[in-house]
């Protein structure tokens, strides 16, 4: 056997978002939100069925797939495969924004059921050694649970360091599914769940198509090539002398001419086509800023 990599595009999405093995998204969730007794899910339709690049190179996007179950509770699944700035803000828009759509004008807000982000994340994001934790809204004196509706949780996959002989729970053995799939040869043996077996069978790369195997490795390359992008940017910008580090204030500090430098950072990005995103991560400000620098300096073109 060999396994894909969980943590690609196509094969996140061929995995959790199969419409018609729905056994695999309600054991994961379950497992993970640590529902029981009349909080259980049983059945669950797949909201956003994972769709395939057009394109080996095509631009990678945010990796999620969104499901609702019979109580009419939304999950939305994300695979986060690496830090970028506001990422934080965007879950919670992104979240808060799925909550609120579920009515329109003049609709009853009583209609508004709970969303559930999860968060799978290959890098460490919170402060602490666990690598699971929930996040739900208490009140900071009582802790009194009362706002329930919105909560998220996370995934921690570098964190992670349980071995395939340690492992105990179902939570463990999807995250070490998630985590090493793509170096393993077997399905492991204490594979005893019909959704997580069914996830190890969709992540045989031996039961995949010509046209999924192409589609796997151009998500791969996209990826690859989104990072190349970010790399080559900043040794350009270093090359020209408008980065020069922390240290030298260019870049973050408190040191004068601060601005001015992330201006000419910015401009030198536009000339080499870079993406907001990209432009963000290399002056370490909030694309929202970047967006009003780049405003500016058309304004001033």
């Known amino acids: 056997m060999k396994f894909a990599d969980v943590k690609n595009d196509v094969a996140f999405r061929k995995i959790f978002g199969n419409e018609k093995k729905t056994v695999i998204i309600i054991s994961f969730l379950n497992a993970v939100l640590k529902l029981a007794g009349d909080r259980i899910i049983t059945e669950v339709s797949i909201v956003n069925p994972y769709q395939m690049p057009r394109i080996a190179g095509e631009k990678a996007t945010i990796i999620d797939v969104r499901a609702k179950d019979v109580k009419g509770r939304q999950f939305i699944i994300e695979m986060q495969v690496a830090d970028v700035d506001g990422f934080d803000k965007r879950v919670q828009y992104y979240t808060c924004r799925e909550y609120s759509m579920q009515i329109n004008k003049g609709d009853k807000y009583k209609l508004l059921k709970p969303t559930y982000f999860i968060g799978i994340l290959d890098f460490n994001f919170f402060e602490g050694a666990h690598y699971l934790s929930h996040h739900i809204i208490v009140n900071d004196e009582t802790h009194e649970h009362k706002l329930k509706d919105i909560q998220f949780t996370f995934i921690e996959l570098k964190k992670f360091h349980i ?50 195997w192409k589609d796997y490795d151009n998500a791969s390359i996209a990826e690859q090539d989104a990072i190349g992008r970010i790399t080559i940017a900043e040794k350009k910008a270093e090359k020209k002398g408008l980065i020069k580090g922390e240290k030298k204030g260019l870049i973050k500090g408190e040191k004068k001419g601060e601005r001015k430098n992330q201006f000419a950072v910015i401009k030198q990005c536009l000339k080499e086509n870079m993406e907001i995103e990209m432009i963000a991560r290399i002056v370490n400000l909030p694309i929202e800023e970047v967006e009003k620098i780049i405003l500016k300096i058309q304004n001033d073109i």
């Open 163 to 212: 071995k395939e002989n340690e492992l105990k729970t179902l939570k463990e053995k999807w995250i070490y599914f998630i985590k090493n799939a793509e170096n393993l040869d077997v399905i492991p043996g204490h594979v005893d769940d019909d959704g997580l077996k069914e996830a190890y069978k969709d992540a045989d790369l031996h039961n995949w198509d010509k046209e999924e």
